[in-house]
């Protein structure tokens, strides 16, 4: 969060606690012994959420965000921790959503979550025009850093899109949420936004998370992509080319090599190295060396 965030949050937080005790979630969970109180307040808005609300929540001197499920989606929470807990576990991948809890309320299944500011599709619905070019290469690099994190332990993360990129407070940072989607390479796809992939099989990977990027940019660019074919879509961004805001261009690059990317290293050869040369250029060396870092 911003420092000015921050700050609304603190002061917020005394009245706060001083009508949420209704709110307080205990949560019984074996081995513990003790229950574990988590305090629910105010929804968070953000765009693009269907399966489940977000909400500030307090522990403590904690301020997180809580990922409540609506009834019957409890599989979702719980495939969600599982790739969470796997892609974490040996290495960090700092744009990459990481589970802090998880447990269920009555019939809600529920996550606590690092607080976020708001998602890629906040930034569109706020934005009339083309989103800016740093705010755009943030989300491309993030995005990219996050899918080889999930490739590297074999998974295809299914439904990239805008409602799915969040921003940390000062948009310095962009992380990729909603896991549960997550499918194993090269499984048969079952939850997906299906326009975002342009026609690509239903079948998990690196070219699938790719080309749904490559929408979403599209999408940050005042692109609208109503063709249904990755072909179509490229001719198109080709006939635009000398006019095409920064969102288009990466999103054209990456359609480019879309066949050739089946594995981390292809990822970060063809896609990520080359997209850096042109974030380089367009931002200059210091926001380069920033997005750098985000690939461990």
């Not at 209704?22 to 513990?32: E, I, S, W, Y």
């Not at 969470?84 to 309320?105: G, M, N």
């Not at 594995?263 to 896609?271: I, S």
Request: glycine share 8%; with cysteine; proline share 4%.
């Amino acid at each position: 969060m911003s420092e000015r965030q921050a700050t609304k949050v603190l002061t917020d937080i005394k009245a706060r606690l001083r009508t949420s005790t209704k709110n307080v979630v205990l949560n019984v969970r074996p081995p513990c012994k003790h229950p574990q109180g988590y305090i629910f307040d105010g929804k968070l808005g953000s765009a693009g959420q269907t399966r489940s609300s977000l909400y500030y929540v307090f522990k403590g001197a904690g301020v997180y965000c809580g990922k409540v499920y609506r009834p019957g989606e409890a599989a979702s929470m719980t495939d969600e921790k599982t790739v969470s807990e796997e892609v974490h576990r040996d290495q960090h991948w700092p744009t990459l959503i990481k589970v802090i809890d998880a447990f269920y309320a009555g019939r809600h299944a529920v996550l606590i979550l690092p607080l976020l500011a708001k998602s890629a599709a906040d930034l569109l619905v706020a934005t009339a025009a083309a989103v800016g070019d740093e705010a755009t290469a943030y989300v491309c690099m993030g995005v990219l850093a996050a899918m080889a994190g999930l490739a590297s332990n074999g998974w295809c993360h299914g439904d990239i899109k805008p409602a799915n990129i969040m921003l940390t407070g000062d948009q310095k940072r962009v992380v990729l949420v909603d896991l549960g989607a997550c499918t194993r390479v090269p499984e048969v796809l079952t939850e997906f936004t299906e326009h975002y992939a342009l026609g690509l099989p239903n079948v998990a990977g690196l070219q699938w998370d790719l080309a749904c990027l490559a929408s979403t940019l599209c999408l940050l660019g005042g692109i609208m992509v109503a063709k249904p074919s990755v072909k179509a879509v490229i001719e198109d961004l080709r006939r635009w080319e000398g006019s095409l805001s920064f969102g288009g261009q990466l999103a054209l690059h990456i359609l480019e090599h879309l066949d050739g990317v089946n594995t981390v290293q292809q990822l970060r050869e063809d896609v990520w190295d080359k997209v850096m040369e042109r974030v380089r250029d367009r931002l200059g060396e210091e926001h380069a060396a920033t997005l750098a870092s985000w690939w461990p």
